[in-house]
């Protein structure tokens, strides 16, 4: 079983299809979901402690607004954990929202930078395109169980 970083991150379709294929997503939903219920989170709202932009400088520069940062501060941890990734491009935004540009370019070139499986795969307009859609990244895990990750 391998552990499979999804974009975009936000995405449950995506991180169902990985765990559906017997490997473990990496995705925003059970990091967002640690930092909700841990006890004494003091804003609520943003879900982000005085740390996150200063844990996120291991991923970013200081010169990067304080938001990339903190998105770093989740996403980073998760991009290391992964042995392979799974990236959509062109996905609507019902598919899975990451809502900073500039936070998804650095995840796309860390990524790549990684050297990890990659499958990339434009978002299906249509069933047919859906179905090839699904079809590759089913290919794309089996090859992952196959290659020993």
């Known amino acids: 079983m391998a552990k499979v970083f999804i974009y975009p991150a936000t995405s449950l379709i995506l991180s169902d299809l990985v765990a559906r294929f017997g490997h473990e997503p990496l995705g925003?939903?059970?990091?967002?979901?640690?930092?909700?219920?841990?006890?004494?989170?003091?804003?609520?709202?943003?879900?982000?402690?005085?740390?996150?932009?200063?844990?996120?400088?291991?991923?970013?520069?200081?010169?990067?607004?304080?938001?990339?940062?903190?998105?770093?501060?989740?996403?980073?941890?998760?991009?290391?954990?992964?042995?392979a990734?799974?990236?959509?491009?062109?996905?609507?935004?019902?598919?899975?929202?990451?809502?900073?540009?500039?936070?998804?370019?650095?995840?796309?070139?860390s990524l790549r930078q990684r050297g990890i499986p990659l499958l990339e795969l434009t978002y299906p307009k249509s069933e047919e395109e859906g179905v090839q859609f699904v079809k590759a990244i089913r290919e794309f895990l089996a090859g992952l169980q196959e290659g020993g990750s």
């Open 28 to 83: 925003a939903a059970l990091s967002i979901r640690e930092r909700i219920q841990t006890p004494g989170l003091e804003s609520p709202p943003l879900q982000i402690t005085p740390e996150d932009p200063k844990k996120g400088l291991r991923y970013a520069a200081v010169e990067v607004p304080s938001g990339v940062r903190g998105r770093m501060a989740i996403y980073g941890p998760l991009l290391e954990q992964s042995e």
């Open 85 to 109: 990734a799974i990236i959509v491009t062109d996905a609507e935004m019902a598919f899975g929202c990451m809502g900073c540009a500039r936070t998804n370019e650095l995840i796309l070139f």
